[in-house]
């Protein structure tokens, strides 16, 4: 295996040789792109990259990505020199291409142009590895005919090679494995350096700086996985927010943050036609078929069909549309003289109404009652009112309760955001609990429709249940449980929280804490602390506010709370306050899914 690179791969792709004067052509920079692809193993190109990894820390972090490519952008004159530099090089000239969404950003803020002025491609041109694996050379193809004004562009990056990377792809799209991976990087040195979501491929790009001191001219490694990782995309860019696309432009940036009310609306209207579940994630499908479908008329949806491809929501192919049995459609919808045709991405499934992880139920809340609260927040901000009882003259819990279907619609919306729980049946507290010789019971306190308490004691058959809730919520749950299979481990409770059962070996509240503001918190939680045995554990889910005062869903819950609930947020420390007056100790937190937290909780010494 070679690890000593020739000069002309070991530098950056067009970055100049000591005592170089004259610029090297693309057509030599893609080459030796294109040599480096083919000699280097995962192993070899992470221990390039990051010379303290090394032993089995390398060992057991090259199993979980692969050498996907190395990246460069060239600037091809027209589409007929890009064919022949590609052809010169050996690589296929057919190789399709798509429009740039990372890159193309990243020119226009770092040469101050508009964006309508860069016409960046992505094309992947296969490349065998050592071993004949399936890889690729990513060229990133500006077009700069002469005379252009861009001339000055390719000349700057040439130099400095700026998007010139080497990039691994995640085998499976796992989040936790994704943030496992970045924190592996940072700790050898590697620094966010951009990054983004590509709606036309469905996949997201994470950028990082590798150290000086590595044995590669490569300096910028990108990690690559499909899907919408929105909340690691989110930490990654977090420590440079001169990375957002319009920090330079601040009436572009204020024009699309008030125009955020729209995004919400057609999210639920996409979810509300049934769109989600008449499209295809794989297969794109014309506007005049999806209007059938969808008893819509064909230039409205498309209008908000390329709205929702600007969100990630769908992709659009305008040169792949068929009908329901399969044929060639044309037509002239649009301004192409084609009839536009979408699929859906994994962004846009989960709203679906049969995912089983479905967040439709959350659209048409957030655009339906809580929409219409949120109208009213000036009230709140003046009045310390809930917005919410001010709009429907009662508080939040009581118009939900006297209405059947959106009392519904609240339970569904609460259990649509449960990929938070995934982690919780493998926490040490539930797996204690599981493994003790005797049965043990797990208490929901204000539980729902049972979808937490189904995951636990779905994950262990050996646990016993009891639910609390309101009458209503209790015969849902009771439905709930028992198509999980595990209905007849579980008990129900109907009432408040005066009504929590003793003898509970581990209580759950889920959510609960941040609808009520401190007095009322307390009081919750001394109800729980007067029903817990000295052994039990008190485990509860929330999201915490961030210390440092970083962007956070949990802040734009506490906004959220303060308008609908009267409730709020909180930090730690302040949770550990509020258990401490009740007479409980805060052991530890530790993180899930969705920016949520789980606080556990014993009765204090």
């Known amino acids: 295996m070679t690890t000593t690179l020739p000069a002309e791969a070991t530098r950056p792709a067009g970055s100049p040789l000591r005592g170089e004067t004259m610029l090297p052509d693309d057509t030599a920079r893609l080459r030796a792109a294109v040599a480096f692809v083919r000699e280097h193993d995962t192993a070899t190109v992470l221990s390039l990259l990051l010379p303290g990894l090394r032993g089995p820390e390398l060992e057991s972090l090259a199993p979980h990505c692969r050498f996907a490519h190395a990246g460069l952008l060239i600037f091809p004159t027209d589409p007929q020199d890009l064919r022949r530099r590609l052809a010169d090089c050996g690589l296929a ?32 041109p296969r490349v065998q590895g050592p071993a004949g694996e399936r890889r690729a050379v990513e060229v990133f193809a500006l077009t700069v005919p002469a005379p252009s004004g861009l001339e000055a562009i390719a000349a700057h990056e040439r130099v400095r090679g700026h998007e010139a990377h080497l990039a691994l792809e995640l085998e499976h799209p796992d989040p936790l494995v994704l943030r496992g991976l970045c924190a592996v990087l940072a700790r050898h040195g590697a620094r966010p350096d951009g990054g983004g979501y590509n709606p036309h491929e469905d996949g997201t790009v994470l950028y990082f ?25 989110a930490d990654h860019l977090r420590p440079d927010p001169q990375e957002r696309p319009d920090a330079d432009r601040p009436a572009e940036t204020l024009l699309r943050l008030l125009t955020g009310a729209w995004t919400t609306q057609a999210l639920a209207a996409f979810a509300r036609l049934g769109l989600p579940d008449a499209m295809d994630p794989y297969t794109a499908t014309g506007t005049r078929e999806l209007a059938r479908r969808t008893a819509t008329r064909p230039e409205n949806l498309a209008t908000l069909l390329r709205y929702l491809t600007m969100l990630g929501v769908v992709a659009e192919n305008p040169e792949d549309t068929t009908d329901a049995e399969g044929t060639q459609q044309t037509g002239d919808t649009g301004d192409t003289g084609k009839e536009e045709s979408f699929r859906l991405t994994r962004l846009g499934a989960l709203l679906r109404a049969d995912s089983p992880d479905t967040m439709r139920p959350l659209a048409l809340m957030y655009a339906g009652p809580f929409y219409r609260s949120f109208a009213a927040l000036d009230h709140t901000v003046r009045t310390g009112q809930p917005a919410f009882d001010h709009l429907f003259g009662e508080n939040h819990f009581d118009h939900f309760a006297r209405d059947p279907e959106l009392a519904d619609l609240f339970d569904r919306s609460m259990a649509a955001s449960s990929r938070m729980f995934q982690p919780l049946p493998a926490h040490p507290v539930i797996t204690t609990a599981a493994q003790a010789s005797a049965p043990r019971t797990v208490v929901d306190v204000a539980g729902g429709n049972g979808e937490l308490l189904g995951r636990i004691l779905t994950a262990h058959p050996g646990l016993r249940g009891t639910l609390l809730e309101r009458p209503h919520a209790v015969e849902a749950a009771r439905r709930s449980l028992d198509a999980a299979g595990c209905g007849d481990r579980c008990d129900y409770r109907s009432g408040d929280f005066a009504d929590v059962p003793h003898g509970g070996d581990v209580y759950v509240l889920s959510r609960i804490l941040h609808d009520w503001d401190d007095d009322r918190c307390r009081e919750i939680l001394r109800h729980c602390a007067r029903a817990m045995p000295a052994h039990a554990d008190l485990l509860i889910i929330e999201r915490l506010l961030p210390a440092d005062g970083a962007p956070s869903l949990a802040t734009a819950w506490d906004l959220h709370m303060m308008c609908n609930v009267g409730g709020r947020e909180r930090r730690a420390e302040h949770y550990a306050r509020l258990l401490a007056d009740a007479g409980l100790e805060l052991l530890d937190h530790t993180p899930l899914p969705l920016e949520a937290y789980v606080l556990h909780a014993r009765k204090a010494r």
């Open 209 to 233: 700086t590798t150290p000086a001191a590595g044995a590669c001219g490569y300096r910028r490694l990108e990690l690559y996985t499909p899907g919408d990782h929105r909340d690691a995309l």
């Open 93 to 124: 000239v057919d190789t399709p291409s798509q429009p740039s969404v990372v890159v193309r950003q990243r020119l226009a803020r770092r040469h101050r142009r508009d964006l309508a002025e860069l016409d960046v491609r992505i094309l992947r």
